[in-house]
């Protein structure tokens, strides 16, 4: 009985690699990393090699490859790896040619956990891009009130002479989840534990579905799916949240508080609750899962170089006092420092180590006359190692949290936008690049500036005793993390 069960799963193992390996797009380009094999039967070796080496691997080979196309297997699966040359030709293409949101969908086996609902439209990326960046003036004094009151529950035991530590990421997570909460479903539901407990939930029920499907076959997937209970949280956690919001009894209508969810609403776009409420979910938990990261690096990043700290608190300072010590949007736009100094960092602490995502969905031939990138093949730019390379930037490798500072253009009225946090330009690809760069940055970095620059007017930061360097940055697949349980030490300030 036992050998029939171990030939059973073997064969069923064979069966669906075999199947998964006829659905892969082939490109022709050559491989760096493990082969997977005729048929893909070494997917899974491949797949392990990426996870334990593929980062270095890679960085090994940069500059003997970076003119160079390839593909690489990552947990996903194959990643054809464009020089970084095509990304001019490759920026402005048309969804119909190359699509970030289906590669984004793919990456979280959207189609069976809902996040395939991004891929109807464009509303959600055009709520971010326009509503929710006009109104950013209305949202920042909500913004900070809520900060002061996060700030006051959280770290009301550190004092002058008594400093506490917090791990880093939890606390930081903390503030952006209260701060995003309030601004995307607004007073009361940001304080349910419904809506709470949902957002949190999400991307975890969401990784371990993606991990329990990889190994199946696309037309199995849709099978087993259903069958997966992290899978069906979603759903359900989601069916909780859109009573919580929108109860049946009572007719969707705008609500008097000014949030994300009434702009849905205002849009005129969608008069599903269902969708909306989707919608709500996957947007702000995208929100919280970058905007932690981004802005735990920023304070490792104060930590490990505090002479920082003063210029970034004198400007946080001067700025508060010409709106008479009130946050407003204006107040953040001042803080042209802190813009240099979280560009810098997201520019060595990007959070994929590739960029441009993107998915092909017609066939593609690039300027050099002999690549063709085929239908369904998904493409990447080296992203982390541009950022590092000296065409784009003096002493690449050093950081200068001053680099983008320019301070005869210290005004709230700037036009040179490169210079701003959300600001793009060539070799950093943290924001994206093209067509499809981040919709949400304007908010994202708004709250990002705020929090900061209150922790620094009302803290001293520092690692533990004995520490002065950052800690190293974990890998997971192609994504970069800060260390999630790295800890940090809070002392009031005397003169506060």
């Known amino acids: 009985m036992l050998l029939e069960i171990i030939i059973l799963g073997g064969a069923t193992w064979a069966i669906t ?102 891929l109807e439209d464009h509303s959600t990326s055009d709520i971010c891009r326009g509503p929710l960046r006009k109104n950013l003036p209305t949202f920042l004094p909500r913004m900070a009130e809520e900060l002061r009151a996060a700030m006051a529950e959280r770290l009301s035991q550190s004092t002058v002479e008594n400093p506490v530590t917090y791990t880093a990421y939890e606390l930081l997570f903390s503030f952006i989840h209260r701060i995003t909460s309030l601004v995307f479903v607004g007073k009361p539901y940001c304080y349910d534990p419904v809506w709470t407990s949902a957002l949190t939930e999400l991307p975890i029920h969401v990784e371990i579905t993606k991990f329990i499907l990889l190994p199946f076959p696309a037309f199995l997937r849709r099978i087993i799916a259903p069958l997966i209970p992290r899978r069906n949280r979603i759903f359900r956690d989601r069916a909780a949240v859109r009573d919580l919001l929108f109860p049946r009894s009572e007719k969707i209508a705008v609500k008097e508080e000014p949030s994300v969810m009434q702009l849905f609403i205002q849009s005129g776009k969608h008069t599903d609750p269902d969708k909306i409420t989707a919608r709500l979910l996957i947007l702000t938990a995208a929100a919280l899962h970058t905007s932690s990261m981004a802005i735990t690096h920023a ?34 736009k001042r803080l042209r420092r802190l813009d240099s100094f979280l ?154």
């Not at 990138?373 to 001053?402: N, T």
């Not at 803290?459 to 004995?466: A, K, M, Q, R, T």
């Open 17 to 118: 690699i075999l199947v998964g390996s006829l659905f892969q797009s082939k490109t022709g380009l050559p491989r760096l990393g493990p082969d997977p094999g005729p048929l893909g039967l070494r997917t899974w070796w491949a797949r392990w090699k990426w996870y334990k080496e593929g980062h270095e691997n890679f960085i090994r080979n940069y500059e003997q490859l970076k003119s160079t196309n390839y593909v690489a297997q990552t947990m996903m699966g194959d990643t054809v790896v464009l020089a970084p040359k095509f990304l001019n030709e490759l920026n402005m293409l048309p969804e119909s040619k190359l699509s970030s949101t289906a590669a984004l969908v793919d990456s979280v086996m959207g189609q069976h956990t809902g996040v395939d609902l991004l």
């Open 299 to 332: 304070i490792f990043d104060l930590c490990a170089m505090p002479e920082y700290i003063e210029p970034l608190r004198s400007e946080a300072q001067t700025a508060l006092s010409q709106d008479n010590g009130k946050w407003q949007l204006s107040t953040i």
């Open 343 to 496: 560009k810098e960092s997201q520019r060595l602490n990007q959070s994929t180590f590739f960029g441009f995502d993107r998915k092909v969905m017609s066939p593609i031939e690039l300027s050099d006359g002999k690549t063709v990138l085929p239908r369904g093949a998904v493409i990447a730019i080296p992203g982390v190692l541009m950022a590092r390379e000296s065409e784009f930037y003096d002493d690449p490798q050093r950081f200068d949290g001053f680099r983008f500072y320019r301070a005869d253009e210290d005004d709230v009225g700037s036009t040179n936008t490169q210079q701003d946090y959300t600001g793009i330009e060539p070799g950093n690809l943290s924001w994206g690049s093209g067509r499809f760069t981040c919709p949400g940055r304007w908010y994202a970095a708004a709250m990002i500036k705020l929090i900061v620059a209150n922790l620094l007017l009302e803290y001293d930061l520092s690692f533990p005793s004995g520490q002065t360097e950052r800690p190293p940055n974990t890998k997971y697949d192609t994504e970069v993390h800060p260390d999630f349980k790295q800890k940090i030490v809070l002392r009031r300030r005397r003169s506060v």
